[in-house]
């Protein structure tokens, strides 16, 4: 019950974030990425619901809740994909939300795996829990992409590392 009042909850905020950011999303010269962000938040979300409801129903539910909502994400995966590509975007975030998504896809064909191991021997509690987890990732995922949405910083480790050798070298440079 906490799973899907959260997921509920976190949908009703992204939906407000869509709304503050709305030029952002749908203006003329709207990015593709900021779309792509979008609607990935809102796929990890509504994954993570529906899964999270189904387990209200019975346990039965969560197989084919996993497998049906594992396959309409990997279609969203798939389309993103070809969406960023088609954009041809040259600057990093465009990679980096390239990579984002393959990580979400390999969530995705985990959840399907897990939820056709359930399928075939309803009563796997390690495929249940695995199912569980990825729920968890889905929020996890949901959160960041919400974040980079509104344009919250980013303090990736590599690219704080990658600003301070830079600096530390523009330092350097200046002082000779």
Known sequence: MASAGVAGA?????????????DRLTSENADPIHQVRAAAALTAFTNALTI??????????????????????????AGS??????????????????TFLVGQLLVFALQIRYGLRLVANGHDIDAAQAIATLVVVCFLVGISRSWELVGGPSFS????????VRHRRDRSDSSD
């Open 81 to 98: 994909l070809v969406s960023l590509l088609r954009e041809r975007k040259a600057h990093r975030t465009a990679l980096r939300d390239a």
């Open 52 to 77: 999270s409801l189904f387990a209200l129903i019975s346990n039965d539910g969560i197989a084919w809740a996993s497998v049906s909502v594992g396959i309409v994400g990997v279609l969203f995966i």
């Open 10 to 22: 976190l949908i009703g905020l992204l939906f407000v974030a869509i709304s503050v950011a709305q």
């Open 157 to 164: 480790f590599l690219g704080q590392s990658f600003a301070f």
